[in-house]
């Protein structure tokens, strides 16, 4: 690995945590286009099987967060990760499947979807007391296990953390607050992107000297974010529509780059 790329790992880590820390999500949908046309991985199922490594880890930091301030529904958050564990494994096999160019244009429409669907206010459910246990596991654990496959199928077939469709996807299920959601949601992006990268690795996929640098790259992204965050909490919608304009420019250039294999 040369000099160049291991500062552009550092740097590429560093830009996703940085965003993630600053508005709470959104970041690891442009992991995969930095490690490909930045970093310079060498093919775009590398670069989704060693993003999936760095969404996984950086889920699981901030998880243990909102554990210790009580955040996490762990029954209704540990039921719909371990059925979106099989989609996320499902997902993984058929996009390690599809052609490269393929794969990177339609990423590029789920990263224009993400954009717009960043721009939509999140609201949470009224039961803020919603428990999974024998007397509601009726009403509760259908929609659980059916919203929990297909958003971790969709993460696996992208190598993306899929919060933007996992806190969402509990709120309906549940009706839980989005305080709730999005502390519940991180137990599903940690266990999808874990099973991701199991997949990847498994079929040598994965670069793990730039996953590496990539999650340090994150870890000091990610505590500038945080404390950035406290000094622009009164422009926090501002700051989610330069984002998602990012978003959407890198989505049109990932569109760009693969539409003829879809042609």
């Not at 830009?15 to 959104?26: E, K, M, P, R, T």
Request: glycine share 18%; aromatic share 6%; charged share 10%.
């Amino acid at each position: 690995m040369s000099t160049d790329q291991i500062i552009l790992s550092l740097l590429s880590g560093g830009a996703v945590g940085l965003s993630l820390g600053l508005i709470g999500g959104g970041g690891s949908i442009l992991a995969v286009p930095l490690m490909l046309y930045v970093v310079g991985v060498s093919s775009p199922h590398v670069a989704i099987g060693t993003s999936a490594i760095a969404v996984a880890v950086s889920a699981l930091a901030n998880l243990l967060g909102h554990a210790r301030d009580h955040n996490v529904k762990w029954p209704c958050a540990s039921v719909f990760a371990l059925f979106g564990i099989g989609g996320a494994a499902l997902g993984a096999a058929l996009g390690k499947a599809m052609d490269g160019g393929k794969l990177m244009a339609l990423f590029g429409l789920v990263m224009l979807l993400v954009a717009g669907l960043m721009l939509r206010r999140r609201q949470g459910g009224g039961q803020p007391d919603v428990h999974l246990d024998t007397g509601t596991a009726k009403r509760l654990l259908p929609p659980l296990a059916a919203s929990g496959f297909g958003v971790g199928a969709l993460s696996g077939f992208f190598g993306i953390g899929g919060g933007f469709l996992i806190v969402p996807g509990l709120v309906s299920a549940t009706e839980m607050p989005l305080l709730n959601a999005i502390g519940s949601s991180l137990v599903s992006v940690a266990a999808f992107g874990a099973t991701t990268a199991a997949s990847y690795a498994v079929s040598g996929l994965v670069d793990w000297p730039v996953a590496g640098l990539f999650i340090a790259g994150g870890v000091v992204g990610g505590v500038a974010g945080r404390k950035a965050a406290a000094r622009l909490a009164s422009n926090q919608k501002g700051l989610v529509l330069v984002f998602s304009g990012v978003v959407a420019l890198v989505g049109l250039y990932v569109v760009a780059k693969g539409v003829t294999p879809l042609l």
